[in-house]
């Protein structure tokens, strides 16, 4: 399943993103692309991995079991790959009752033309952060 991210929140209802939590990046600082995704910049979640990728659809060697999306399958450019080690937690779009949304197993992908979107239910089987 995907969300895309728009500026600075979610196109389904372009709502400011904040992720919920205390924790802080694994690495030291991220690479500026993967500042675009949410609660990277600011440390507010853990990751597994932050990854460059000579093209989108290297996600697929480094996630195997995750189902093709056509929109990555048709971009040739390079993008960024972050693997969020919780669950991703966007305030105020669920309908829970604090109305937040949770998204397990989230990755998020940062496309050559700066534009971020947001999977989740994403199979780890067989993930890998070498090539």
């Known amino acids: 399943m995907k969300r895309t991210v728009a500026a600075a929140g979610l196109v389904a209802g372009l709502l400011i993103v904040w992720v919920v939590g205390a924790y802080a990046v694994s690495g030291g600082q991220?690479?500026?692309r993967a500042s675009k995704c949410p609660g990277v910049a600011t440390g507010l979640v853990r990751t597994s991995a932050l990854l460059p990728l000579v093209t989108l659809a290297e996600v697929y060697?480094?996630?195997p079991a995750m189902k093709h999306a056509p929109e990555i399958d048709r971009n040739a450019g390079p993008g960024y790959l972050v693997v969020y080690l919780d669950d991703l937690v966007?305030?105020?779009e669920g309908p829970s009752a604090t109305g937040d949304v949770t998204l397990p197993n989230a990755i998020?992908?940062?496309r050559e033309d700066g534009g971020v979107d947001?999977?989740?239910n994403v199979s780890r089987a067989g993930f890998?952060?070498?090539y």
């Open 90 to 92: 966007v305030p105020g």
């Open 108 to 110: 998020c992908l940062v």
């Open 61 to 63: 060697q480094h996630l």
């Open 128 to 130: 890998t952060s070498t």
């Open 30 to 32: 991220p690479d500026a």
């Open 118 to 120: 947001i999977y989740y």
